[in-house]
Structures are given as C-alpha cells and as structure tokens.
C-alpha cells in the first residue's frame, strides 16, 4: 500500500522558529507573485509552481514541458509517469509524493522547442532570472534533501558540470545551494528521450540513487507511515 506524506501533519509544528502556518503562507504568496511572472520574453509561460505545501524535500527539474503550464503542476506529463513509477516501487505513490516532495525547476516556464524538436535547453540567462524563485523557496522552506533530476539542474545544484552521469548519479553529496547547505542525490531526467537510466551502468546506479533517497532522513521524516 503506497505511504502517505505525513507533511499536513507537520502544520502547526515550529520549525527553526517560524510556525509551519507561517511558511505555509507565505508560499501561497510567493506562489502567486512566481505565477504572475512575466520577467522572460524568451519563454512560454505560464510559470508552474508547486502548491504552497512546505517540505524538506525539494526536487529540482529542468524545465516545464509544453503540457505542464495549462495543466498547472510539473512533471505532469510523460517524464513525470516515469519519475513516480520509479518512487511507487518504494511504496509512494504520486499523489503522495506530489503532497511530500516539493517540485521546483530551474526554469519555471517552457522555454520551446528546440530545432531538432525536443525542449530547448534553458539559456543562463533564462536561468539567471528565474534563480531568484528558487532561492526564495530554499529561503522559506530550508531543505535538508535535494534531488535535482537531469544533467542541467545536477550541474546547477552540484556547482559544476559533471563529466557523465555515472560520475554523480548513485552517490550523495554535500551542497551549498543558494546559501543553504544540504545533502544533495541526484537522479538522471525521466525522459524517455534519455535511455541512460534503462542500461547498465545507470540502470543500477538509479536504483542505488533511489535506494539513497528513500533512506535519508527527510524522506523517512516525511513518509514514515
Ligand atoms: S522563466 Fe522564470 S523568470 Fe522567466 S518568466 Fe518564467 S517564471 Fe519568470
């Protein structure tokens, strides 16, 4: 039976001083400011930001798809069936990881498509103007795990740009992330564009990523039954 987030249990609980109603709050008002965003001229809108629900956990994507902005939620499309089957194996399922996990990206709006037909790739610039966004969640929400999900949000987490996947996929690591230090475990983007995560080495070093996530203490903390 998929576990339940217990993060709704956590209202009301004081958390490093501020009342878990309070940061509630003001991520509905920093949802509705980041909704209203307008800053790029370069990408689709609208923005797509996760529901006001504070978490220590906090996923970094890469980009809205051109789905997610009508639809109003990230990974709301293929790569997302992906992500979640991918957790349900380990008992959660994606409602109760949409309620647990806080879903963010390093861009915010879908940024089109590339030439040869997939998603652009964010420009740093587009990413240097959304960073602020992110950096007010980090602010309000303190996360003690992220899990930046593909080869562009790995490399802004980690810091630098890996030379291969397998080289960071598998292992944690310790971050400093928009002035907040963090554990961080990385896992390869759910596109069925990439097939990385279904051969070998990164088949097996998804698993033992997965293995990695499901036994920190933010994971267990937000999901133990
Ligand atoms: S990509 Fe980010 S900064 Fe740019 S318009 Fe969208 S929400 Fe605003």
Known sequence: MPLRARGRRLHGELRDGVTAATTIRRLVMHREALLACRRCATVIGPPVCHPPRPSRIYLVGQAPGPREGARGRPFAHTAGKTLFRW??????????????????????????????????????????????????EVALMKPQLIVPVGRLAIEQVLGARPASLAEVVGRAHRVKFLGRGADAIALPHPSGVSSWHKLEPGKSLLAKALGLIVSHPAWRAAFAG
Do not use: I, N, T
């Open 87 to 136: 957790f349900e194996a380990h008992g959660v399922d994606e409602a109760a990881f949409r309620e647990g996990v806080y879903m963010s990206a390093v861009l915010r709006c879908f940024p089109g498509k590339a030439p040869s037909g997939g998603d652009r790739l964010p420009s740093a610039e587009e990413m240097a103007a959304c960073r602020p966004w992110l950096a007010e």
